[in-house]
């Protein structure tokens, strides 16, 4: 089955210092999209990406869509301690039927303030 | 957030007994999922409502009984549990236009299960 892997698994950084996780799937993807879940809270999606080598970004988030759609990344510039929690991507198949994502194990940040 | 509700938020139950957990979206959406998260695994899809079809996940067990009587609510019925499955139970929501598009997920707050 369809597998969806996220490095790295826990990253601690200092407040101020960039972030990055990656997203690799075993199936090429229709597409992909990022969720964020701070501790003790639920999954909030953020981005959708579609196309082929697409990148999106939201003020200091930045998201690429591999050129092959099998790998996407999450870069944050300067971390701030409201970044603190877990990412997920979540990719579709090509042939899923409806709306099933398969979400990564995710990676969670820690900022040191 | 209240677009979708989950009760209860917390439960703990004995390896005998029978209990519900119950989600309310009020999103106007089509598209309703269970999911499980556990400190070990990730999000794992254990049941999709999808434009009134249901696709069920082989690998769940049958102690886990999924009901959607309406497009706005979902229940999941637990019965005979094992202690593995003491996990934090994530609804969510999204409006399934059919095709190959996918449209974001709106999750609800969980209940965080317990089984002693």
């Known amino acids: 089955g369809q597998q969806v892997m996220q490095i790295p698994q826990y990253q601690h950084v200092q407040e101020g210092e960039d972030f990055t996780t990656y997203c690799n799937s075993s199936?090429?993807?229709?597409?992909i999209q990022w969720y964020k879940q701070r501790p003790g809270g639920h999954p909030v999606f953020l981005i959708q990406l579609v196309k082929s080598g697409e990148v999106k970004k939201q003020k200091r988030l930045t998201f690429q869509f591999g050129e092959a759609k099998k790998n996407s990344s999450l870069h944050i510039t300067a971390t701030q301690t409201t970044d603190v929690g877990t990412y997920f991507c979540?990719?579709?198949?090509?042939?899923?039927?409806?709306?099933?994502?398969?979400f990564g194990g995710g990676t969670r940040l820690m900022v040191k303030p | 957030e209240t677009g979708v509700t989950q009760t209860p938020r917390h439960l703990v139950m004995g390896m005998t007994n029978k209990k519900s957990l119950k989600c309310e979206q009020h999103?106007?959406?089509?598209?309703m999922y269970w999911y499980k998260q556990s400190a070990k695994k990730p999000l794992e899809l254990m049941f999709v409502y999808s434009l009134e079809e249901r696709v069920e996940n082989n690998s769940v067990p049958s102690r886990f009984s999924p009901e959607c009587p309406n497009s706005s609510h979902l229940f999941l019925h637990l019965h005979t549990l094992q202690p593995e499955d003491s996990a934090l139970y994530l609804c969510?929501?999204?409006?399934?236009?059919?095709?190959?598009?996918?449209?974001?997920?709106?999750f609800g707050p969980g209940t965080r299960l317990t089984v002693t």
């Open positions: 999103l106007g959406h089509n598209a």
């Open positions: 199936t090429t993807l229709s597409n």
């Open positions: 969510a929501s999204s409006q399934d236009r059919g095709g190959m598009s996918s449209y974001e997920q709106y």
């Open positions: 979540a990719g579709r198949r090509n042939n899923n039927a409806g709306n099933m994502l398969t």
